[in-house]
């Protein structure tokens, strides 16, 4: 996917793209693993120990798993795969975005996107 996006630019921010590649997924990891995943996946009817903060569940957004706590010890390949699909989908909306913003900018946005649209 690199490859694509640093043909889409000018040579001299080629370098610049492969770096905010790289970065976006290695700050959507770290999003996708704190909360994107839990609530995405996390049961949204039982809030389990979050009950007492937030109350019963709202049907809506996932209450189980933060920083994958509770969740099944085997069952690391499906988050992985859901993990490259996360960023699979958030390099093709990001993609356009090379070259024309800050590099804070455009890694909070990403994680931005892990965390709460990717549920959606």
């Given amino acids: 996917m690199q490859q694509v996006e640093v043909g889409c630019v000018r040579a001299k ?4 793209t492969v770096i905010m590649t790289l970065l976006d997924a290695a700050f959507a990891s770290i999003g996708w693993w704190i909360t994107g ?3 995405a996946f996390g049961d949204p009817l039982s809030a389990g120990p979050m009950r007492v903060v937030v109350g019963p569940g709202n049907g809506f957004i996932g209450y189980q798993y933060f920083v994958l706590s509770g969740y099944p010890g085997d069952m ?3 988050w ?7 960023v699979v ?3 093709f909306g990001w993609g ?5 913003g800050c590099i804070v900018c ?3 946005g990403s994680v931005w996107c892990v965390v709460i649209v990717e549920r959606v």
Avoid: I, S
Wanted: net charge positive; glycine share 8%.
């Fill in 80 to 86: 992985l795969f859901q993990y490259a699909v996360c």
């Fill in 106 to 108: 455009f890694v909070g």
């Fill in 96 to 100: 356009k975005c090379f070259g024309r």
């Fill in 13 to 16: 921010n080629a370098k610049n």
């Fill in 89 to 91: 989908c958030l390099f």
């Fill in 37 to 39: 995943f839990a609530f």
């Fill in 76 to 78: 690391w390949q499906y």
